[in-house]
């Protein structure tokens, strides 16, 4: 989900529109120094040629497209998909110096008049949601019936599992995940027994970015890894939206 986005002038620094769509939140105080700081960043390494600039905020990233006189900022989730998202901001900005070109040239600074833009961009950004695709995450399934329980669980007490609940169960593995895959998947050589272990990490809590993180094996290798269950039968996607 795109959480914040901003719409910033590009001689003043002054926020033109601002959209919240998620839980994101930014300090008002520091927003205005802050952006103004990306405006100038973007100045220079994009020439405001329209690319797209990425900065990785740790919890999420925010992504920049500069073109037309015209800086947009959007704080996006970390699976949003970073060419749908430029797109969408490319296209806010066309739109908005089609309907406020003329006017930015004489302007005075009474942002309010780019008031009847917000629903134009609420309807471009489908209000945050234009770049989200479903988190994949696999699981094994000698833990899928325990995990479809413990989800159905949640449902009955009105709750989902969603991205964040995802990162908060990562390190609170339930009991039912200590089971293992039959030993013959090693001694048969489908696995070696490293990639044994690896394969037990696929709880349904754990994306393939976050197995290579806790277990310090290269992303692609664990991408293998997975394909490799898949292909015997031992494992299955499930999607997190």
Not at 75 to 100: G, M, P, Q
Not at 194 to 216: S, V
């Amino acid at each position: 989900m795109l959480h914040n986005v901003y719409l910033i002038h590009q001689y003043t620094g002054i926020c033109l529109i601002h959209r919240k769509y998620g839980s994101i939140e930014f300090n008002q105080d520091l927003v205005s120094g802050f952006l103004t700081a990306l405006k100038d960043f973007s100045v220079e390494f994009s020439k405001g040629s329209g690319e797209l600039k990425v900065i990785d905020m740790a919890i999420f990233y925010l992504m920049l497209v500069f073109k037309e006189g015209v800086l947009i900022t959007a704080a996006a989730d970390k699976n949003d998909d970073a060419k749908v998202c430029h797109k969408a901001l490319s296209t806010v900005i066309d739109e908005f110096v089609k309907e406020y070109g003329d006017k930015l040239k004489n302007w005075s600074g009474d942002v309010r008049i780019f008031k009847p833009f917000e629903s134009k961009i609420d309807e471009i950004l489908e209000k945050g949601k234009i770049s989200e695709f479903p988190l994949r995450i696999p699981i094994l399934k000698i833990y899928k019936k325990d995990f479809l329980k413990s989800r159905s669980r949640l449902m009955k007490k009105g709750l989902v599992i969603n991205e964040e609940e995802l990162r908060q169960n990562v390190d609170t593995r339930p009991e039912w995940t200590k089971k293992k895959l039959p030993w013959q998947v090693i001694t048969q050589g489908f696995l070696d027994e490293k990639e044994y272990e690896i394969a037990h990490y696929a709880d349904g809590f754990h994306t393939i970015a976050d197995i290579a993180e806790e277990t310090g094996v290269p992303e692609a290798k664990v991408q293998k890894i997975m394909d490799s269950l898949d292909n015997l039968g031992l494992l299955k996607f499930i999607e997190i939206k």
